[in-house]
């Protein structure tokens, strides 16, 4: 069975920082990633990692303030997010695919799994 199981969300004022985890079990993927979505819009990609040589991409929108990395003995994948913005408010959400980075940022349909959620909520 797989699982997707984030935690590190919660309310920061902006400029802060906060770490989001995502762990997986029962399966290896081939990228895993990140999308937010805030209340009244569109599930939107924030970032993603390719599982075998760590290579990320990233949203416009978060370049040069999120880091995704991976952790692959843990099969664990973070998202450190450093100057953050109220229009960073979302709820954040994990995801693999079987496909590559580059596929989670052109197709939303090549995610496979999500996680739960976790909110993250700045306030200015």
């Known amino acids: 069975q797989v699982q997707l199981v984030e935690s590190g969300g919660g309310l920061v004022q902006a400029g802060g920082s906060l770490r989001l985890s995502c762990a997986a079990s029962?399966?290896?993927?081939?990228?895993m990633g990140w999308f937010r979505q805030a209340p009244g819009k569109e599930r939107e990609f924030v970032a993603a990692?390719?599982?075998?040589?760590?290579?990320?991409i990233y949203a416009n929108s978060v370049k040069g303030r999120f880091t995704i990395a991976r952790d692959n003995p843990r099969d664990t994948v973070y998202l450190q997010m450093n100057s953050l913005k109220p229009e960073d408010t979302a709820v954040y959400y994990c995801?693999?695919?079987?496909?590559?980075?580059?596929?989670?940022?052109?197709?939303?349909?090549?995610?496979?799994?999500w996680g739960q959620g976790t909110q993250v909520t700045v306030s200015s």
């Open positions: 995801a693999a695919s079987p496909q590559t980075a580059l596929a989670l940022l052109l197709r939303v349909q090549s995610v496979e799994y």
């Open positions: 029962g399966r290896i993927f081939n990228a």
């Open positions: 990692i390719n599982w075998s040589n760590g290579t990320g």
